[in-house]
Structures are given as structure tokens and as C-alpha cells.
């Protein structure tokens, strides 16, 4: 997209330095006439006072000279000023022209959907820095949250393509006769659509945790009720798993200011994603404990583990690592992030730990204790 320049007809460049030379000239004018009516006035009063009226062909040599001294040096004055002024005023509207061309420039390629756009600071102005800081961090938003929605339909297409295959495939078989509404089609079919609605309610989750648009219910709970609540909850998937589940809270494990529903949302995720990643006959650990301003809830596991390569990446949604989030094990790949966007709502972080495959892993949830919670609705 073409943008006019600096200096164009109709740029703001142009504008400034007319402006600038209309002031010049009104300042001209102005130094002028006051100079040619107050001068020779004031300074015949200076005669006058110096007791020298009585020569009048003296006084009117000496006030005709001032005056032709006066006017040669005021113009010069003038001139040499206006040119300074012209000069400067030249340079500054050059410098400011070219700084809001490129910030149009730069606006016009956002507006294009080039993200990467930036402009340099102009440094002719806090003002200007300010703006041109500003503008480089919105694109940088923009361009960021552009590779996510890039991904997230990548991912997103490829978190379809099983189910809708596999949905498509069956359908087919069954118009053609090659398969019968038996009870396996049917288990099948089912498994495959609860599939597919169980992305589409974890997309929807972790978009709203993300966006900030979730609706907080707060209520001071203590640790030890949350731990308690979470191991309950998960003891029939366990027991099917034949997994154990334990509980280990410390005395005043301290109370936290959340909303109940949403830790239980939270804590349920990491027990789920344990007893997926834990072999028959593994152990899983809910903990919590104090520790200075915060309290720490902790889902320990003996399972799968994970490598340490993959441990910064596995709350990113549908993240996957052959030890950690495989496919195999029917998750959405959006749990951990919903986690993530959860505990993060309630001003607190979540981290995870493992020494390694094979030796297991430790999810910590590490929020405010209630005299320091400060939570944004």
C-alpha cells in the first residue's frame, strides 16, 4: 500500500511547515509595525529627555538615521531569524512527518493482517516513544495471538480428523453392509462422538479461562477440604484403573479465597491425567502444604513420567510427548491448559515436575494463602 510522503501535498509534514511559516510571518509582521511605530516615538522621547529639543534640524538628522539604522538591522534580523526558523522548522517537520508516515505505514500493513509490522522509535518526544512503544507491543499481541489461532486450527483440524474418519468409515461400512449396528459399531460410534464433544466443551473451557471472561465465586476454603474433595471424587476411576489414591495434608495446611467449583475442576484434570499415565497397580498422592505466603496442592504420581524436554511444553493445548499426553489415552489435550488458565485466574501458578520416564510426575498448584490473595474477576 502506497503512503504519501513526509512532506507531500496534503501531509502533515506539509501542514507543520505551513503552519510554522504562517507563524513566521505573523511574528514578522508584527516585530515590524511595533518596531516602526513604537521606535522612533521612544526614542525621540529619550532626545527630548536629554535636554536637545531645541535643535531641530540635529534631531530630526539623529531620529532619521535611527529610524534607517533601525529598519536595515531589523530586516536583516528578520530575514537571518526567518531562515534559522525556516531551516529548523524544515528539519523538525521532516522528522516528524517521517515518524507518523511509518506509524501509518506500519497501521496500514496491521490492518493487512502483517502482523509483524513495527515502527522505530523517532525520539523526538516521549509522547512520540510512547506511541510508537505502544503501537510495537499491540503488534506484537496481534502477531502472537496470530501463530495461536494458526496452531489452534491446526491442531484443532488434526484433533477432527480421527473421530470424523473413523465416524465416516463406520457409516459408510454400514450403508454398504459391510458392517452390521452391532453392539462393538455401536460402542465405537459412541466412543467417537463423546470424543468429539469432549473437545468441543475443553475448547470452549480453556478459551473462556484464557480470555479472562470467567465468572469467580469466592469463598475462603481450606486445603485440606479441596485434597479431600479431589481424592473422593477420583476414587471410582482409580479403583477401575487399579490405581491407589492417598491423601497427605499437613496440619494447618492453610485456606485459600477460590472459587470451589473451579479448583475441583482443576485438581479433578491433574487426578484424571494421573490415573491415565499410571499403570495397574501405581499410586497416586494428593498433597497440600504451607509454605510462606502460599499454599502448595500437589498430585504426585508413579507413573509414565516425563521427559525433561517436554516439561515447559505440556500446558500448551494439545501438546503431546510419547511419555506424557498420548493419544492413546483418549484425552482432549486441553486439560493441562485449562488447569493453566484456572489457577492462573486466581492469581496463582501451576508447575510440573519429573525426574524422568518411567519414574513418575508432580503437578503443583501453588496459590495465595487468603491474607495475600488478590483475584481478578
Known amino acids: 500500500m502506497r503512503t504519501r510522503d513526509a512532506v507531500g501535498p496534503g501531509s502533515i509534514g506539509r501542514r507543520l511547515l505551513v503552519s510554522i511559516v504562517l507563524v513566521l510571518v505573523a511574528a514578522a509582521t508584527t516585530a515590524w509595525v511595533v518596531a516602526t511605530v513604537v521606535g522612533p516615538a521612544l526614542f525621540h522621547e529619550h532626545l527630548v529627555r536629554a535636554n536637545i529639543a531645541d535643535h531641530e534640524l540635529a534631531d530630526l538628522h539623529v531620529e532619521e538615521a535611527f529610524q534607517s539604522a533601525s529598519t536595515i ?23 516528524v512527518g517521517k515518524s507518523v508516515s511509518q506509524m501509518s505505514r506500519a497501521a496500514a500493513q496491521v490492518g493487512a493482517g502483517q502482523f509483524h509490522a513495527r515502527v522505530p522509535l523517532p525520539g523526538i518526544g516521549v509522547e512520540f516513544d510512547q506511541l510508537a512503544h505502544s503501537f510495537n507491543t ?35 461400512a454400514i450403508e454398504d453392509g459391510v458392517r452390521v449396528m452391532d453392539t462393538e459399531t455401536i460402542a465405537v460410534l459412541n466412543d467417537q462422538a463423546q470424543r468429539l464433544t469432549r473437545l468441543a ?34 476414587r471410582e476411576r482409580a479403583d477401575a484403573a487399579e490405581v491407589t489414591v492417598t491423601t497427605q495434608v499437613i496440619p494447618d495446611a492453610g485456606v485459600v479465597r477460590v472459587d470451589r467449583v473451579r479448583l475441583a475442576q482443576v485438581l479433578d484434570n491433574l487426578v484424571v491425567n494421573a490415573i491415565r499415565h499410571t499403570p495397574a497397580g501405581g499410586s497416586i498422592t494428593l498433597a497440600a502444604r504451607r509454605d510462606a505466603g502460599s499454599v502448595e496442592l500437589t498430585v504426585t504420581d508413579t507413573g509414565e513420567g516425563i521427559d525433561a524436554e517436554h516439561l515447559p511444553h505440556v500446558f500448551e493445548r494439545f501438546y503431546r510427548a510419547d511419555s506424557a499426553r498420548d493419544r492413546r489415552h483418549g484425552g482432549s489435550g486441553v486439560g493441562l491448559a485449562i488447569c493453566r488458565a484456572l489457577v492462573q485466574a486466581h492469581g496463582g501458578t501451576v508447575q510440573a515436575a519429573s525426574d524422568g520416564p518411567g519414574r513418575g510426575a508432580r503437578f503443583t498448584v501453588r496459590l495465595p494463602a487468603t491474607k495475600d490473595v488478590t483475584t481478578r474477576l
Not at 502477531?143 to 484433533?159: N, P
Open 73 to 95: 538591522a531589523l530586516g536583516l534580523a528578520m530575514v537571518v531569524a526567518g531562515v534559522t526558523a525556516l531551516t529548523v522548522s524544515v528539519v523538525l517537520t521532516r522528522r
Open 201 to 234: 466443551r475443553d475448547l470452549a473451557a480453556v478459551t473462556r479461562a484464557e480470555s479472562g471472561e470467567l465468572d469467580l465465586h469466592l469463598a475462603e476454603v481450606p486445603a485440606a477440604e479441596l485434597i479431600d474433595a479431589a481424592a473422593l471424587a477420583a
Open 138 to 172: 499491540m503488534a506484537a499481541h496481534l502477531e502472537a495471538d496470530e501463530r495461536l489461532r494458526e496452531r489452534l486450527l491446526t491442531d484443532v483440524a488434526h484433533e477432527l480428523r480421527t473421530p470424523a474418519a473413523t465416524l465416516t468409515a463406520y457409516v459408510e
